[in-house]
């Protein structure tokens, strides 16, 4: 396992503490995505906070509230992206909807949002109800793939917004 740092319980530190499967290395080595994308069968999975119809990810904030800084999502996601060995999957994983039950798949991002891994760089979004595969997809296809993965309640709420934002309805093809 290679990691630049860790936060946790003492237990997890006595895991680590002179583990010799662990190696800690400067995070500009480990986030660095020509190394990255070395690695045999690199899965990258990173979360977010929302993500538009159009695949664009807010991970560091709601809206213009700062939760936490990006770290190494867009490094990762381009490193998997570009595995030599062509089995890399850049995943985004969220739950579909918040405590509240606000949908966390939204037609545009919360004002003031920072999108931190944009749409060209989304391949697969994962939620509670499946799998979205973007890459390559139009923006009716990526809008209909993302609705699918959606909270059930939110699905006819999205359909609705993604027809007024892209003057057509979400689409297979």
């Given at each position: 396992?290679?990691?630049?740092?860790?936060?946790?319980?003492?237990?997890?530190?006595?895991?680590?503490?002179?583990?010799?499967?662990?190696?800690?290395?400067?995070?500009?080595?480990?986030?660095?995505?020509?190394?990255?994308?070395?690695?045999?069968?690199?899965?990258?999975?990173?979360?977010?906070?929302?993500?538009?119809?159009?695949?664009?990810?807010?991970?560091?904030?709601?809206?213009?509230?700062?939760?936490s800084g990006f770290g190494g999502q867009?490094?990762?996601?381009?490193?998997?992206?570009?595995?030599?060995?062509?089995?890399?999957?850049?995943?985004i994983a969220l739950s579909s909807s918040?405590?509240?039950?606000?949908?966390?798949?939204?037609?545009?991002?919360?004002?003031?949002?920072?999108?931190?891994?944009?749409?060209?760089?989304?391949?697969?979004?994962?939620?509670?109800y499946g799998i979205a595969q973007l890459?390559?997809?139009?923006?009716?296809?990526?809008?209909?793939?993302?609705?699918?993965?959606?909270?059930?309640?939110?699905?006819?709420?999205?359909?609705?917004?993604?027809?007024?934002?892209?003057?057509?309805?979400?689409?297979?093809?």
């Open positions: 396992m290679v990691v630049s740092f860790v936060y946790g319980s003492k237990k997890l530190y006595s895991f680590l503490n002179d583990n010799p499967f662990v190696f800690f290395g400067d995070v500009a080595w480990v986030n660095d995505p020509s190394i990255v994308k070395t690695m045999p069968k690199m899965t990258a999975i990173n979360s977010a906070v929302e993500i538009d119809l159009t695949g664009q990810v807010a991970s560091d904030s709601v809206g213009s509230r700062f939760l867009v490094d990762f996601i381009r490193g998997a992206a570009l595995s030599v060995d062509g089995l890399g999957k850049p995943i918040t405590k509240k039950g606000e949908s966390k798949i939204v037609p545009y991002l919360n004002k003031g949002a920072g999108v931190v891994t944009s749409r060209a760089h989304v391949h697969y979004v994962v939620t509670e890459w390559g997809k139009n923006m009716r296809q990526r809008a209909y793939e993302l609705i699918r993965i959606s909270h059930p309640s939110q699905r006819e709420k999205l359909e609705k917004a993604a027809f007024e934002r892209m003057k057509v309805m979400p689409s297979l093809d």
